[in-house]
């Protein structure tokens, strides 16, 4: 099914992130075409309606974060583009754009000692020099072309906005793509932060977290098509049903964003199936509604899926 080839594809991603992104690949420089492969498979997943289901990786190591980040704003970000009907050829330098966007990290990530709600002055200063960084990091390495310029202004702007940074003139606006790439990694990082907050964070709370406080910062039309591309209850998400059983949202419904496809996991009395029993609903029925989204605190341990 649709799945185990989302899997595949994300993790030749990851592979393939790794491969660029680690400090020496990017001290030789970061062919565009390289990167243009490595985002390839998760472009055609975008085409053939495959789910936004990110690898939020655990792993505390810096560079496996990265990387898996890195790949799920891509992912996310492509969803977004599809949706808002980009072609294949602005899809490639967007999913690049995306890939590329935190790379001026690797610059100053050794001289942040204290977690982002700890940074003194120095610190918040280093952080926000990350954008600018990447822009002289891509701009050293790769040709300049119209592509590369995108990804140097997604770089640079992905932070950019009301209240963010580098400061823009007044009247100015980030980038079409630095702003598809700004909502996808909103989205991630609220779930990826590492930090007590972020892993409390489920994808229903960082919806409405992107979509609340953090709305300013977006046109409304990329917000509209975040929606689009994960529905209001996004895939990994718990949630309740009408009928008292609880359900894994396995992707969205095209058709309405309220009703996503599933997997039921807790019978009504909340015994798990097992994954052999598991009853997926594509999608929850007309008979049938999303109660809730369940809270982190109360996701059960499930029986894992062969």
Not at 44 to 51: K, M, S, T
Not at 259 to 277: K, N, Q, T
Request: glycine content about 8%; hydrophobic content about 45%.
């Amino acid at each position: 099914g649709a799945r185990p080839v989302a899997r595949k594809n994300y993790s030749l991603a990851v592979l393939g992130a790794r491969s660029l992104l680690t400090a020496t690949a990017l001290q030789e420089g970061v062919p565009l075409s390289r990167a243009k492969r490595v985002v390839q498979p998760l472009i055609d997943g975008a085409f053939a309606g495959e789910p936004v289901v990110l690898g939020l990786s655990t792993l505390s190591h810096h560079d496996e974060y990265t990387y898996a980040h890195s790949v799920n704003v891509c992912l996310v970000a492509v969803t977004i583009g599809h949706r808002l009907g980009l072609d294949r050829r602005a899809l490639a330098d967007l999913g690049v754009a995306a890939l590329l966007h935190d790379v001026g990290k690797a610059a100053v990530y050794d001289r942040i000692r204290h977690p982002l709600e700890a940074f003194d002055e120095e610190e918040r200063r280093l952080a926000e020099s990350h954008a600018l960084e990447g822009v002289k990091l891509i701009a050293r390495s790769t040709a300049l072309n119209p592509s590369t310029l995108r990804c140097l202004r997604a770089a640079l702007e992905h932070h950019a906005g009301p209240g963010g940074y580098p400061a823009l003139p007044a009247d100015g606006r980030p980038g079409r793509l630095s702003e598809v790439v700004a909502v996808a990694d909103c989205f991630v990082s609220l779930q990826m932060h590492r930090s007590e907050r972020g892993r409390s964070v489920t994808p229903h709370e960082a919806l409405g977290m992107v979509l609340g406080p953090c709305a300013a910062r977006f046109h409304p039309a990329t917000l509209w098509a975040l929606v689009r591309a994960v529905g209001f209850y996004p895939p990994g998400q718990l949630v309740e049903l009408s009928d008292g059983r609880t359900a894994l949202v396995l992707a969205p419904n095209a058709d309405d964003p309220a009703r996503p496809h599933v997997r039921i996991v807790l019978d009504e009395c909340g015994v798990p199936f097992s994954a052999v029993e598991a009853r997926e609903l594509r999608p929850v029925p007309e008979s049938l509604a999303v109660t809730r989204a369940l809270r982190a605190d109360e996701y059960p341990e499930l029986p894992q899926a062969a």
